[in-house]
């Protein structure tokens, strides 16, 4: 009798908190913030660079288990993470592009105009307006853009290129660039 | 004693149910520091209203044998301004605050950014008037006017449901022995819980209250002041963190609640106790019992 109360008393309570909580959770999404990250190792005995990494951006996709809504990204960024016996006062220029890979059409994203080593020591945003010499490409932006909006999203040649300015007396200008491409991705789980 | 770890069971899986276990932890692992407080500081607000609730009904303690098994249910009312705080997005969007959903908002806040970019603030996840909880707990004594309490539930297995571990321990002393002629009867505790659900959620409670009750026949009417302090500590990878900054996130926040009024009924019947009472303070909390025992 007893444990015929205590069950009938717990159904109860389960079902007064059943009934008023239904539908607790949302629908909404998850949005989930991913990093693409590819180093460029340039070395360069003249004055001239050019780098390319291809990147699977599908690959954002695929590592997410959960259904995605939607894809895009909201930031990129650029650091010098090892400059070797390079001078931190030499100075490189040029444009980050980015391409569908194989074609031979590419669009610049931002170009850079005498940065020093030193000055992307930090990580910086190519977006940000804490450093001279750093203009967006509104149209290579667009490009990307609709890359992500691609299903299944392509692979992309990002390609760095340009010239260094040096500020020692290195033989050889050596150093690893860092490119970072922030995505959002909405999830719905 | 089964029921109780049911409805225990049950109400955390209201609360972080199947799915919503990766869903919320999800949600979660994308935001900084501050972001995480205030999009949680609800969830801990109303948590910790019930976790520091339903400790027991009465402020007579006897010197007499006591054994009780309860089943305590809890619900904290989730009011519209807990649905929505101040969120700073990443760069490169501006560092000024923007309103959003906490986790029981609804959509979070799109900002606009440079060359047209966007960002989405998290959304909400759950859908609440009120917070419930179950706990089943155990209450022992009395030795020297004093009586222990316990709570305890562990779970970990199926890999679809959240692992669960709660551990409580209280103590309370009735003090009216102190006293002559008094017209009520007075007691003092103290009591300390310890919450883990799923990979990156901890939380501890603790409160020290003060009561006093009455009792007319059958009933009991019983009140009392509350001191708390509660914390969670969420500990989390960050995803798309920076170079900058160190994505094992592991940190703790407090609960706003710190004063609450109790106000409630007992109902004894032979070996059947039923009681229910109000909360009042920074959250208000209704909590409910039946517990069986001496």
Do not use: W
Request: charged residues 15%; aromatic residues 12%; hydrophobic residues 40%.
């Amino acid at each position: 009798m007893k444990s015929q109360r205590k069950t009938l008393s717990g159904l109860l309570l389960i079902a007064l908190i059943a009934i008023s909580c239904d539908d607790i959770v949302r629908s909404n999404l998850v949005m989930i913030d991913t990093v693409s990250l590819f180093t460029y190792s340039i070395d360069t005995a003249d004055n001239n660079y050019s780098e390319t990494e291809r990147v699977n951006l599908q690959s954002v996709i695929d590592d997410i288990d959960s259904s995605v809504e939607d894809v895009s990204f909201f930031n990129i960024t650029m650091r010098v993470s090892n400059i070797y016996d390079s001078s931190p006062e030499t100075s490189f220029s040029g444009q980050l592009s980015v391409s569908q890979a194989g074609s031979n059409q590419s669009q610049a994203i931002v170009t850079f105009n005498n940065i020093k080593f030193e000055d992307f020591f930090t990580e910086r945003s190519i977006f940000s307006d804490d450093i001279e010499g750093v203009s967006v490409v509104s149209d290579g932006i667009s490009t990307l853009a609709d890359f992500y909006n691609r299903r299944p999203v392509p692979l992309v040649d990002f390609t760095v290129e340009g010239t260094v300015n040096r500020a020692g007396g290195e033989e050889r200008v050596v150093f690893d660039l860092e490119v970072r491409v922030y995505v959002q991705v909405a999830t719905d789980p | 004693m089964k029921s109780s770890f049911i409805l225990l069971a049950v109400s955390i899986l209201f609360i972080y149910p199947v799915n919503a276990q990766n869903q919320l932890e999800d949600a979660i692992s994308q935001l900084s520091v501050d972001n995480a407080t205030g999009y949680m500081q609800p969830f801990l607000n109303g948590f910790a209203g019930n976790m520091n609730s339903g400790f027991a009904g009465s402020a007579k303690i006897e010197n007499r044998f006591t054994i009780r098994f309860e089943a305590i249910g809890m619900a904290t009312l989730i009011g519209s301004d807990a649905e929505q705080f101040d969120a700073v997005p990443p760069a490169p969007f501006s560092q000024q605050p923007v309103r959003t959903a906490t986790v029981f908002g609804d959509q979070g806040t799109v900002v606009q950014g440079p060359e047209g970019l966007t960002y989405k603030l998290q959304d909400g996840q759950l859908n609440m008037n009120y917070l419930p909880l179950a706990a089943p707990q155990l209450t022992i004594g009395n030795f020297f006017n004093t009586q222990l309490i316990f709570r305890f539930f562990s779970y970990s297995g199926d890999s679809d449901v959240p692992d669960i571990d709660l551990f409580g321990v209280g103590v309370r002393h009735g003090v009216s022995q102190y006293f002559s002629d008094l017209p009520v009867d007075i007691a003092a505790g103290m009591f300390f819980q310890s919450f883990k659900i799923g990979d990156i959620i901890d939380s501890n409670f603790f409160s020290i209250n003060g009561m006093a009750s009455r009792d007319f026949s059958l009933l009991t009417l019983y009140g009392g002041i509350q001191y708390e302090y509660s914390t969670m500590n969420l500990n989390y990878t960050l995803s798309g963190a920076t170079s900058d900054e160190d994505a094992e996130i592991d940190f703790s926040f407090r609960s706003d609640n710190h004063l609450r009024a109790i106000a409630g009924l007992n109902l004894k019947l032979g070996l059947l106790h039923l009681r229910t009472d109000f909360n009042l303070g920074n959250v208000s909390v209704f909590s409910a019992s039946i517990g069986f025992g001496i």
